[in-house]
């Protein structure tokens, strides 16, 4: 199954003004309640159903028009390439919260589109640009980084903080824990983050980290 429900509230948090980050953390603290830590839903880029949301991202489709005639009616593209760098957050959540991990076809690298039925485009293999290899290279470490940890397929969840641009929270499992950070900002924040239960990361309680504006960092 697809969790629409952490997806739809990742998107309004992030392309909406009032959109916080302290709502996605309530949504994903909501389905864990429901499905617990271990579940086997899926955490979505997107679908067939949805505008691409590098294209939301980006601004180059806007939440009140009409999407799917967008498609219709304008050759959509990603214009601001603050869109791949929030898509890239997007994957590293994906990646890193409970869940299975579920990537539309084309949201590897950042394919534009709008709705249906511009959200069906040809894959592309080759040709990218610049900004599409660079998404596509995040998303195979990220990739390769939950095949290998045991923390982030298994590990328990617990929120470390939650603003309304940034989103900090830990998955430990057998000792070994992994911390994510996100920030949505338009500036660079530095948090200081204490891992709760005598957790630690390179034998560290207390983490002081520094997150580039609408990027994220990966402490494992």
Known sequence: QFDFNVYDTFVWATTRSGGSFEGLAGRIAEDLSVYGSHHLMGNITGNHDRTRYVCLASGDVSQDEDQKAAGWHRDVKVTDPVGYSYLKMLHALNFTIPGVPCIYYGDEYGQPGANDPDNRRWMQFDGLSA???????TTEALAKLHGG??????GDYRLLLADKDVLAYSRSYMGRTVVTVLNKGAGARTVELRLPCGLSVGGKELLEVEVAPVSYEIIK
């Open 149 to 154: 940890s045991m923390p982030l397929i298994f």
């Open 131 to 137: 900004a599409e290899q660079d998404v596509l290279a």
